[in-house]
């Protein structure tokens, strides 16, 4: 069977994608891949900026369908069109026969990426919210001079907080796969400098991209989810990381410490923010 090396792979609404892949076509959304086999295609539909694949179905049945919308229309006119034209020469393809029993959903697993970028917004909306609150009972204190210094000073507090909860967890992540993970040897991809391939357990080849100038490379996965790689460092940059990560920690807790001791002398009485030193 042969297809247009320049299919494309077509990108939708709620970070939805289609793309071809070997005898297949793979639907990767939010929660969920599912894959696709050429043969269980009937046809691929678009109108406008909606691209449809419809499965094959029994003579009188009704046929299934895999719909992704908000889609470049040109991109999808020309992703059909390929497909379409491949679809003849599909091995085993029984247009009468239930495609819906080829087709194969998984639980997407979350990225790495995904798992980063949630916790940090979580993190740094925990680290905002003690800030607003002292400023607010600073203020109740009958001290709003204190709201000026505050403001500074939590921004400080906050930032350390959120870089030690980076530099901690990629140093742990890197602990993680290190030693629990599997480590092996990825080799450069023919024609592609900075690209090293690895076969993941299930037999899936995957890539990572780093520095190019090296037949082949380290890598470290997760044997749950292979996609979740790292290529390890020295034991020196890790351990700087983690010195690192620790300090930014202390710094903001003696921030938050300060101000809340600020706040609670207020409140006693021993100290005025509102006379002049």
């Known amino acids: 069977m042969s297809t247009t090396p320049s299919i494309p792979v077509v990108q939708g609404s709620g970070k939805s994608t289609?793309?071809?892949?070997?005898?297949?076509l793979l639907l990767s959304r939010r929660h969920d891949e599912v894959r696709i086999p050429l043969a269980a295609i009937a046809q691929v539909r678009t109108e406008g900026r909606s691209l449809t694949v419809e499965l094959t179905a029994p003579a009188g049945a009704t046929s299934y369908t895999h719909r992704i919308d908000g889609v470049s229309e040109a991109s999808a006119v020309m992703f059909a069109a390929t497909v379409n034209a491949a679809l003849p020469e599909t091995v085993g393809r029984d247009t009468a026969a239930d495609g819906t029993a080829l087709v194969e959903t998984?639980?997407?697993?979350?990225?790495?990426?995904?798992r980063k970028i949630r916790l940090v917004t979580w993190w740094s909306a925990a680290?905002?919210?003690?800030?607003?609150?002292?400023?607010?009972?600073?203020?109740?204190?009958g001290q709003p001079a204190g709201i000026v210094l505050f403001v500074p000073l939590g921004f400080v507090a906050a930032a350390s907080a959120v870089t030690s909860l980076l530099s901690l967890h990629s140093w742990y992540r890197e602990f993680r796969l290190t030693r629990h993970g599997i480590t092996t040897l990825a080799?450069?991809?023919?024609?592609?400098?900075?690209?090293?391939?690895?076969?993941?357990?299930?037999?899936?080849?995957?890539h990572v991209t780093t520095w190019p100038g090296r037949m082949s490379t380290t890598i470290s996965y997760d044997p749950a989810n292979p996609a979740d790689v790292i290529l390890p460092r020295t034991t020196l940059f890790r351990r700087g990381e983690l010195c690192f990560g620790l300090f930014c920690a202390l710094c903001a807790v003696g921030f938050y410490a300060t101000m809340i001791a600020m706040v609670v002398q207020t409140f006693t009485g021993s100290l005025d923010l509102s006379e002049p030193a």
Not at 106 to 114: D, G, L, N, Y
Not at 127 to 132: F, K, S
């Open 18 to 24: 289609l793309q071809h892949e070997g005898d297949a």
């Open 106 to 114: 998984h639980t997407r697993p979350v990225s790495a990426r995904e």
């Open 127 to 141: 680290t905002v919210a003690p800030v607003v609150l002292l400023c607010v009972l600073i203020g109740v204190a």
């Open 187 to 206: 080799v450069e991809a023919p024609g592609r400098r900075g690209m090293y391939l690895y076969t993941d357990p299930a037999g899936l080849v995957r």
